[in-house]
Structures are given as C-alpha cells and as structure tokens.
C-alpha cells in the first residue's frame, strides 16, 4: 500500500550536460549515456539528470568545459544538453520522509560498519557546498547493498533536491544554485531522449 509514493508522479523531464559529440550520439541512438560512479556523487551511482532545468545543465557542462574536474570525470569541450523523459516506478526521492528514514538507517549501517573495522567514515568536502560528497554517497551504496541483502527490489532512480551557490539574497531561504537531482540507476527509466533548441 505505502509503496505507491516510491512512484514519481508522472513523467519527469531531466536535463544533462555533457560533451557536444557525447550528445549528439545519444540523440542518434548511437550512444547511450554512461552512469556515474565516483566516490563523491551527490545521490551515488546512476545517470545524472537536472529535473527541469536545462539552463543548469548547461552551467554544469559549461563549468566542467573549462577544466573543473571535481564535478565530472569526462571530457567536455563544447557544452551540450540532452533531455530526457524520465519515469521512475521504484525511486528513492528523498523528498519524502520514508525515504529519508531509509536513507538514516543505512548511514547508521555504515556507521556501525566503520567502527567495527577501525576505519573512518568518508566526509563530504570541498568547500561550502560540499562539492565531494563521499559520505552521501557512501550512504547511498550502503542503502542499496541493506536493499539488496533483504531481498528488496532495487531502485531505478534516487531523486534529491540541493542547496547550492549560498543565499540568493542576504537573509534568503532561498539559494543560488538550488536544484533537484535524479540519479538514474535502470536506464530502462528513461523512456526518451529529445533535443533542446
């Protein structure tokens, strides 16, 4: 009954930014879009799309085009957008109080984890916003390995929502940057490509 709210509602359009060559076969279907998988991404592994904002991603691919490697291990020389219609039956979105409750408690996993083996747990760094993310992300795996182990099925997409870029305006809720995330796991969740013009 309470699993009908891992369904996104309806079809979500997703943004990505990527090299004009690494685009342009996408849309020829001659390519298809690969998954992240650093120790530092924001909602772990998956294929990283901006929900609705096709002008963030081309920030994103613009940023990355001038050599700011933190943000992506490919090479981008001509900033480029894909769109994609996105429709996600199994997702973590962590919009949602049981998915963050989900999410707490494989952190508490990790946690135990660590400490048992003497190790530290990873830390999320690089300035204000948190750039490196590897605690998230090390959270986000845990999560999906506790899934896997109990015989859950997996997801298909982890959706979040980030304050980015520091306040829009002094004394704001609002931030610069802040933006929505789907990290696509099952690229059968994609049900298309398009192209911005």
Known sequence: MWD???RLPGISLGFH?????????????????????NDHDWLGPGIYFWEGDPWRALEFASCAST????????SIHK??????????????????QAAL????????????????GGVALPVNVSGADRRARRLDCAVVRTMHK???????PPYDAVRGAFWEGGELYPGAGFSAKQHVQIAVLDPKAILAYFRLH
Not at 19 to 26: Q, R
Not at 89 to 94: E, G, I, V
């Open 79 to 96: 900033p480029f957008v894909v769109g994609a219609l996105i429709c996600a039956s199994r997702c973590l979105d962590l919009h949602n």
């Open 67 to 74: 050599g700011d490697r933190i943000t992506t291990a490919g």
């Open 101 to 116: 409750e989900e999410l707490s408690r494989a952190f508490d996993s990790a946690a135990a984890a660590a400490s048992d």
């Open 146 to 152: 506790l899934r896997a182990d109990a015989g859950l």
């Open 17 to 37: 930014g990527c090299d004009a060559a690494t685009g342009e076969a996408v849309l020829a279907g001659e390519l298809t879009l690969a998954s992240s998988d």
């Open 4 to 6: 009908a709210h891992k």
